[in-house]
């Protein structure tokens, strides 16, 4: 944490967004009192109606976030800074850079494995100095399935190679924000394998270990029985950073990333919309045309939050030992994604923690912690076997 004194704990910089709005409303009620929060985005008016509907004492504080000089006053003023403003590949820069420059923690909800490279190669070194932790992917994407294997790594004897295969099973609808994010990964994927593979020639190896993204394989899973897919989203290498960083996940470790359904033609469906889906994002014309259907700041209602679910089974081998867990919750997406990332900031601001500092993951950054934090708000984790 920084030893000069700040003006705030947490600031949340886009509360504003449909997002942005539910991580408003949930710090508003379950941050203590003792806690100093601000709200920060473009509109004073915007950020007076979400304060308004959250009927806290929140300071409003205005700010665009493609001013340099104004987001590093910002970040000056806080010991954590929440981010919503994505896709942040176009909009995330200068907010980490800031961060890193000020010493001041920093988490976002992105599933841009681009823009986590980007930051590494960035701003990691500047991070490491200041004492700055640059924590990436703190909803969904990636905290169950960053914990959840850290939790199930956990139950494994220590010292051995470790292999740990996760099944993401889940229900639920997207917002605008979400949308708009996915579309920009998809229309990019050439220029982030490019940036993966430099990052990759540039990040020093653990020493003596060695850590893995194995692909999974599709059709029919023996052990769990359900129909499964490899998932091309930012969970696996999240998963591998922590591992990198963690000598807990043994002297090789391994891990793979699955969706799984019940049945083969819900299998082919999806793949089928997926594949749909990333044609377009090829085509910029298309792409924006997409973004219209879902635009910003839009997302499910109530009533969709309500009925989503999510439920991730993780089978974690090693030392002769097998041991199945799982991590569940309600909506992924928006409701638990709001909770996850305000008690990873809550985590930062007032938790006794290892100490880190640089680009860092949930589980080498707070872990069981978070863990601790999250089981009392809801989030379940679970030893099946």
Same mark, same amino acid.
């Given at each position: 944490? +920084?030893?000069? +004194? ?10 504003? %967004?449909?997002?942005? %709005? ?6 508003? *009620? ?18 007076? $109606?979400?304060?308004?509907? &959250? ?14 000089? $104004? ?73 169950? =399935? ?14 051995v190679p470790i292999s740990v295969r996760g099944y993401v099973r889940m229900k639920g609808t997207f917002s605008g924000g979400t949308a708009a994010?996915?579309?920009?990964? #998809?229309?990019? #994927? ?5 940036? =993966? ?8 190896? /653990?020493?003596?270990? &060695?850590?893995r993204v194995v692909k999974g394989k599709v059709g029919k899973d023996a052990d769990t029985g359900w129909w499964v897919a490899p998932m091309p ?30 049945? /083969?033609?819900?299998?082919?469906? #999806?793949?089928? %919309? ?9 085509? /910029? ?52 994604? *709001? ?9 930062? $601001? ?15 950054? #707070? ?19």
């Amino acid at each position: 944490m +920084p030893s000069d +004194p700040r003006d705030f704990d947490i600031v949340l910089l886009g509360a504003t %967004g449909f997002t942005g %709005g539910l991580i408003a409303d949930y710090l508003a *009620a379950q941050a203590p009192s003792s806690v100093r929060m601000a709200l920060a985005g473009r509109s004073l008016t915007k950020l007076e $109606a979400v304060r308004a509907r &959250t009927g806290a004492a929140l300071a409003l504080i205005e700010v665009d976030a493609t001013d340099a000089a $104004a987001l590093r006053a910002l970040t000056a003023r806080c010991r954590v800074l929440i981010t919503t403003v994505g896709p942040y590949i176009l909009h995330g820069d200068l907010v980490v850079a800031a961060c890193a420059d000020t010493g001041t923690d920093y988490l976002d909800l992105t599933g841009e494995p681009e823009f986590a490279d980007l930051t590494y190669l960035k701003h990691h070194a500047r991070a490491a100095q200041t004492g700055a932790r640059l924590i990436h992917a703190c909803g969904f994407d990636s905290i169950p =399935h960053d914990l959840g294997t850290q939790f199930t790594v956990d139950q494994l004897p220590e010292g051995v190679p470790i292999s740990v295969r996760g099944y993401v099973r889940m229900k639920g609808t997207f917002s605008g924000g979400t949308a708009a994010s996915a579309l920009e990964i #998809m229309g990019r #994927m050439r220029q982030g394998k490019t940036t =993966h593979d430099i990052r990759r020639q540039i990040e020093p190896e /653990p020493v003596g270990r &060695t850590v893995r993204v194995v692909k999974g394989k599709v059709g029919k899973d023996a052990d769990t029985g359900w129909w499964v897919a490899p998932m091309p989203t930012i969970d696996p290498l999240i998963v591998a950073e922590s591992a990198r960083q963690l000598d807990r996940y043994g002297p090789d470790f391994s891990y793979s990333h699955s969706l799984a359904v019940d049945s /083969p033609v819900a299998l082919a469906g #999806m793949a089928a %919309g997926v594949g749909a889906l990333a044609a377009a994002a090829q085509v /910029p014309a298309a792409r924006r045309a997409l973004t219209r259907l879902r635009p910003s700041g839009s997302g499910p209602t109530q009533a969709q939050r309500d009925a989503a679910w999510f439920a991730v089974r993780f089978i974690g081998d090693g030392g002769g030992k097998r041991v199945v867990t799982e991590v569940a919750g309600g909506d992924a997406g928006y409701t638990e994604t *709001a909770k996850m990332i305000s008690e990873a900031a809550l985590c930062l $601001a007032l938790d006794d923690l290892p100490v880190t500092a640089g680009q860092v993951t949930t589980a080498s950054a #707070m872990g069981p912690a978070l863990r601790t934090r999250l089981q009392a708000a809801g989030i379940t984790f679970t030893v099946l076997d």
